[in-house]
T-cell receptor, first 115, second 109 residues
Framework: DTGVSQDPRHKITKRGQNVTFRCDPI?????LYWYRQTLGQGPEFLTY????????KSRLLSDRFSAERPKGSFSTLEIQRTEQGDSAMYLC?????????????FGPGTRLTVL | DAKTTQPTSMDCAEGRAANLPCNHS???????VYWYRQIHSQGPQYIIH???NNETNEMASLIITEDRKSSTLILPHATLRDTAVYYC??????????FGTGTSLTVIP
């Protein structure tokens, strides 16, 4: 257990539905990252936050995707009008930038299946 | 895009050292080398990272060549629980990671 938690762990939805995932980072960490991982591939970067500010978004993050970190603590990732191609593991990570070590700690992921 | 090249798969006998290579010939002066591993259906687990010097912790050792263009992760006494996909990542601290497809290590009894 890294201290990063994600909820839910599994989500099955029908195409066209909206889904929202939550990530709770390690409490003192100021950066929070979202990645997506499909079968047989390494995680792909989606977006990251410094406190509540969203600093960068990947081109993978289409306009159906939105992420927030309203108080600089937990974050949510919403996918609107889900498509079968959205089926993947969604991973959250956090880090403390400015500390001695800046490694990212990953949560267990949320596995999304779109039927 | 990932800036590293790793073998697709490797085997190692249980109890022996596992040496996982990684090439990162385009690494910049301020970029670190990070190693993570991922056991099936879990999130990536941090192993070790370094800038220039060799590093050792309770999990592994990291050997970085003097020109920093390649590195080797060493698991000194591999166990069956070390079977996983190992990712070598090059990046600046605090920035996003670009993963490749990693090395699938199988520890054989």
């Amino acid at each position: 257990d890294t201290g990063v938690s994600q909820d839910p762990r599994h989500k099955i939805t029908k195409r066209g539905q909206n889904v929202t995932f939550r990530c709770d980072p390690i409490s003192e960490h100021n950066r929070l990252y979202w990645y997506r991982q499909t079968l047989g591939q390494g995680p792909e970067f989606l977006t990251y936050f410094q406190n509540e500010a969203q600093l960068e978004k990947s081109r993978l993050l289409s306009d159906r995707f939105s992420a927030e970190r309203p108080k600089g603590s937990f974050s949510t990732l919403e996918i609107q009008r889900t498509e079968q191609g959205d089926s993947a593991m969604y991973l959250c990570a956090s880090s403390l930038v400015g500390g001695r070590d800046n490694e990212q700690f990953f949560g267990p992921g949320t596995r999304l299946t779109v039927l | 895009d990932a800036k590293t090249t790793q073998p697709t798969s490797m085997d190692c006998a249980e109890g022996r050292a596992a040496n996982l290579p990684c090439n990162h010939s385009t690494i910049s002066g301020n970029e670190y080398v990070y190693w993570y591993r991922q056991i099936h259906s879990q999130g990536p687990q941090y192993i070790i990272h370094g800038l220039k010097n060799n590093e050792t912790n309770e999990m592994a050792s990291l050997i970085i060549t003097e020109d920093r263009k390649s590195s080797t992760l060493i698991l000194p006494h591999a166990t069956l629980r070390d079977t996983a996909v190992y990712y070598c990542i090059v990046g600046n601290t605090g920035n996003q990671f670009y993963f490749g497809t990693g090395t699938s290590l199988t520890v054989i009894p």
